[in-house]
């Protein structure tokens, strides 16, 4: 495998834990900063599964299995941040 694409993969994902950090301290709303912390875990998710998980180089089907314990992921802990607002 190529290392220099796991060394730009992992700048790319500890720039998106800081950018997450950043939206915590940013003073935004609540729901504000939850949907952008969601989509930067989103993007972390895929960058992971994809190449250090070497799913990109797997058939599709185990992708799509993967792919939908991802969502299933997002839409607990969604609704587990839903709950506990209680809005």
Same mark, same amino acid.
């Given at each position: 495998m190529n290392t220099k694409l796991y060394a730009v993969i992992y700048v790319v994902l500890f720039v998106f834990a800081t950018l997450q950090v950043a939206v915590e301290f940013a003073g935004l709303t609540y729901w504000t900063a939850f949907w952008l912390i969601m989509a930067l875990s989103a993007i972390? /998710?895929?960058? %992971?599964? !994809?190449?250090?998980q070497h799913l990109r180089y797997e058939p599709r089907a185990i @992708?799509?299995?993967? /792919?939908?314990? %991802?969502? !299933?992921?997002?839409?607990?802990?969604?609704?587990?941040?839903?709950?506990? @607002?209680g809005t």
């Amino acid at each position: 495998m190529n290392t220099k694409l796991y060394a730009v993969i992992y700048v790319v994902l500890f720039v998106f834990a800081t950018l997450q950090v950043a939206v915590e301290f940013a003073g935004l709303t609540y729901w504000t900063a939850f949907w952008l912390i969601m989509a930067l875990s989103a993007i972390k /998710a895929v960058l %992971v599964a !994809a190449y250090f998980q070497h799913l990109r180089y797997e058939p599709r089907a185990i @992708t799509y299995v993967v /792919a939908i314990g %991802v969502v !299933a992921a997002i839409a607990l802990t969604a609704a587990a941040s839903y709950s506990i @607002t209680g809005t």
